[in-house]
């Protein structure tokens, strides 16, 4: 059969669906990422128009969610950006000290994410969304946890080290951090008595360079550190419910109404007026000249099709 982008994601689709048979998390080196696959310009640019705003820029810190205003400007500083957007170079200094940034809902508002997502669930008949992480060498991005999806990490960056240990033998089970031992469980599947086992020994344990794709079955518990420069990776979290056609489909809880978009995009407007009728020559410039203010840069030379 044609595919309409996984073989150009995973290289072999066979291989790709052994492994979700095994639920077996596998590394996979396509020749060539997909056209389709965002690039760090793209997102490194989006960041520094200073439009971009919770709920699509998040940041967290020792498993913790980062206040807004702690890479927002500071009311009213000078030159700063309207109240509630993200500042690049506030975001910088958080990465810088060990914090990890999240693009959440990519697929809504990046179009190569939404071209990717909406070419991955037509091959797969699943629903896919995308967000993006980013850390710098040697922190750790969110703790030991699992999620309640298939996921695809691409990653577009510097290198990651991940450790991902097998499905519970009992099967997947809640989204969310692993408990301690000793510690009830996080979800709602019946099992024995007792205290939650640890996750035991990684089922794999490897370091991710940028071109390359990690699949993560559902429920696998992992972790990931990042291993060298600034680590970006591409995430594709692959819903096990089947995608449905036309009008049928669920409406998702977390995407936003009518009235939402618009509200946003009246304060988008605003700031974007109220910034250029501030803006002098030299400001746009400047802009002009590079996507983010001391932007680190990763060591490894990415492959071809990663940009």
């Known amino acids: 059969m044609g595919w309409a982008v996984l073989d150009r994601l995973v290289g072999e689709p066979g291989l790709f669906f052994e492994a979700c048979r095994r639920g077996l998390p596998q590394v996979f080196t396509p020749a060539v990422l997909p056209q389709e696959v965002p690039t760090l310009r793209e997102l490194t640019g989006a960041l520094s128009g200073g439009l971009m705003r919770t709920p699509y820029v998040e940041m967290a810190r020792e498993g913790e969610t980062v206040p807004a205003s702690e890479f927002g400007p500071a009311p009213g500083a000078a030159g700063g950006h309207e109240q509630g957007f993200a500042d690049p170079e506030q975001i910088m200094a958080l990465l810088a000290e060990g914090a990890t940034l999240l693009l959440p809902r990519l697929d809504q508002w990046n179009a190569s994410a939404g071209a990717l997502t909406a070419l991955v669930s037509q091959d797969l008949r699943r629903a896919t969304e995308a967000f993006c992480v980013a850390t710098m060498a040697e922190h750790r991005g969110p703790a030991e946890h699992r999620d309640d999806a298939d996921v695809l990490v691409v990653q577009l960056a510097g290198r990651k080290e991940w450790t991902v240990y097998a499905v519970p033998p009992e099967g997947p089970r809640q989204a969310g951090p692993m408990p301690g031992p000793g510690e009830p469980a996080l979800d709602t599947v019946p ?91 030299e400001d746009l410039l400047e802009r002009a000249r590079g996507p983010l203010p001391a932007m680190p840069r990763a060591a490894s030379t990415p492959r071809p099709g990663v940009g």
């Open 191 to 281: 099992r024995r008595p007792g205290p939650m086992p640890g996750p035991g020994e990684p089922a794999l344990d490897t370091v991710i360079g940028a071109g390359d794709v990690l699949y993560v079955p559902r429920g696998a518990p992992h972790t990931a550190t990042g291993d060298e420069g600034l680590s970006v990776h591409l995430t594709l979290t692959i819903r096990r419910e089947e995608l449905r056609r036309g009008p049928t489909r669920p409406a998702r809880a977390d995407l936003m109404t009518a009235a939402q978009l618009l509200d946003t995009t009246r304060e988008l407007i605003f700031a974007a007026r109220k910034r250029m009728a501030a803006a002098t020559p």
